[in-house]
């Protein structure tokens, strides 16, 4: 039984500073997310309804959920069933063209601003995890750890603190990814990389022509530049972007790419096959705006690239309350995923904001409010029984459950999930690690029941399960699609053929403004 004492509500913290209390709105962009602020100085929680009018995306509605589960033939991630991953982009079309011609890319990402991640920082990936095992399709993750360098020393006016040289970012990198691969991947059919580790190539070709389509006042418009902001920071969204094109990845496909010292003759040219393979981004929806940018310009590449969907989440709330996300900068705001099961316990006890009421007496009579209660909240995204999750909330209206009893269910869930990580995560070496980060052909099946004819198929473009994996990156490198030469077989040259003229096609194809992509 919970004391009188543990069904006490922690207010949220109240944000004085000077700087807070100019900020009437709210500001969600890839360089802040906070709520508004009131005339007092309290921080609302996030209106995500006006972000999705103010960012002009789509709701995700009940009819994605529905054409999901038949897609896929599986029930929708409990993430999309809650509404956590609440708006889209051209969600639809990712499903018309898995349906059609069997698979796409998924891309995600982290910027790596510390050694350690935090649970919030594991949604996306949970979600993207559970994605690609459905659709069973290549997924590329990059590390940013470029952009954070950039925006570190940007923020600290060109200063380079101790524990932010740029081989600290890399080294960042490398923890989260060994985080990240503790999730749960495939080796497979995903490829992790850095950007220091990675960016050449024919992603820098497709990086150099994106940027320039991108002019300075539009970098400032859509991140807030301006006059005193390192060049590197204005053209780094270049790379976040084309990074969704699965035409930056040749090798993941089972062509050269152009590095040296292979200089693959048939890699002097960007292929145009990869360039008709549409991409699907799962991630929050503070990194909208780079993406935004990237849809206006996915057409005006030499190679023209279906416009990139997304699918966007919320932010998991500080334990604080609504109106901050986790900080990996404000350890009371977040619960780490090397935290220990007594740190858990403490934080969730000590700084969860609660829904409870004031007293015992009155939480029985007048019942609690699971929509802020911060331990309902995280059981909200890492439960899995929706009979359980309605139940709690239930019984916490009538007051039959205590906010202590809520918080020690919230408890015993991430104990688990965390435990369960930390357990993995001992087993991702270096070794382990380096699976993940050599680029190689990667291997998946996509839709078996895709409606296209076999000629429609481009050898390892279009799903490629059946074929033998190139396993080694020695071998992966030289793995143009058949034929020694690396232009591949006759028959393979043929359905490359195909291929372009689809991507011709598909960039052809009547052009819905933004606005209307809807169900
Ligand atoms: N900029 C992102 C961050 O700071 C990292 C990132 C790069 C990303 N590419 C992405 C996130 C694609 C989501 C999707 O976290």
Redesign the pocket.
């Known amino acids: 039984m919970a004391s009188a004492e543990e069904a006490l509500g922690v207010a949220p913290e109240v944000n004085t500073t000077a700087e807070a209390t100019k900020t009437v709105t709210q500001q969600i962009d890839?360089y802040n997310v906070a709520g508004e602020v009131d005339e007092t100085g309290a921080v609302k929680a996030i209106d995500y309804e006006r972000l999705i009018e103010n960012f002009g995306v789509q709701p995700l509605t009940q009819q994605h959920l529905d054409r999901f589960e038949k897609v896929t033939g599986k029930p929708a991630h409990r993430l999309m069933r809650r509404k956590l991953f609440f708006a889209h982009r051209d969600f639809d079309k990712i499903l018309d063209f898995y349906e059609k011609y069997g698979s796409f890319m998924l891309?995600?990402?982290?910027?790596p601003s510390s050694g350690s991640m935090h649970l919030g920082h594991t949604v996306?990936f949970l979600f993207t995890k559970e994605l690609q095992e459905l659709f069973d399709v290549p997924l590329v993750i990059?590390l940013?750890d470029d952009?954070?360098y950039l925006f570190t020393r940007n923020k600290n006016d060109g200063v380079q603190k101790p524990g932010s040289a740029l081989e600290d970012f890399l080294q960042y990198s490398h923890d989260n990814i060994k985080d990240i691969i503790a999730l749960g991947f495939d080796p497979a059919k995903t490829f992790i990389y850095t950007d220091y580790e990675y960016l050449g190539g024919h992603f820098y070709w497709n990086t150099s022509e994106f940027e320039s389509l991108v002019t300075f006042n539009q970098a400032s418009g859509a991140f807030g530049w301006n006059g005193s902001t390192n060049i590197g920071l204005v053209s780094y969204g270049a790379k976040?972007c084309v990074?969704a094109f699965p035409s930056s990845y040749p090798e993941l496909y089972g062509y050269s790419d152009y590095r040296p010292p292979q200089f693959e003759p048939t890699a002097k040219r960007r292929y145009k096959p990869l360039a008709s393979i549409p991409t699907l981004?799962p991630?929050?929806i503070d990194?909208e705006p780079?993406f935004r940018v990237l849809r206006e310009r996915c057409e005006r590449m030499t190679d023209p690239h279906p416009k990139t969907s997304l699918i966007l989440s919320q932010f998991l709330t500080a334990l604080q309350g609504p109106g901050g996300k986790m900080s990996a900068s404000n350890p009371n705001s977040a619960i780490f995923m090397s935290d220990t099961p007594n740190q858990i316990k403490n934080k969730i006890n000590k700084h969860a904001f609660s829904g409870g009421r004031e007293s015992l007496e009155e939480h029985r009579k007048l019942g609690g409010n699971p929509d802020v209660d911060v331990a309902y909240t995280y059981l909200s995204y890492f439960l899995e029984s929706d009979d359980e999750l309605a139940d709690l909330a239930k019984r916490y209206r009538s007051g039959e459950l205590l906010t202590g009893e809520m918080k020690s269910r919230c408890i015993s869930e991430l104990q688990g999930f965390i435990g369960e990580f930390q357990k993995r995560r001992e087993e991702v070496t270096d070794e382990v690690m380096r699976k993940f980060t050599t680029p190689r052909k990667l291997v998946f099946g996509g839709n078996p029941n895709h409606g296209g004819k076999a000629s429609d198929q481009v050898p390892g473009v279009f799903g490629n399960a059946g074929q033998k994996a190139n396993d080694s990156a020695a071998e992966g490198d030289k793995a143009a699609p058949g034929g020694k030469d690396g232009r591949g077989t006759k028959g393979e040259r043929k359905a490359a053929k195909l291929a372009e003229k689809k991507a011709e096609k598909l960039a052809l194809r009547p052009k819905k403004e933004d606005g209307e992509g809807g169900s």
Do not use: H, L, S, V
């Open positions: 890839p891309y995600t990402g982290r910027g996306p990059m940013t952009e954070k976040q990074a981004i991630c929050a990194q780079y």
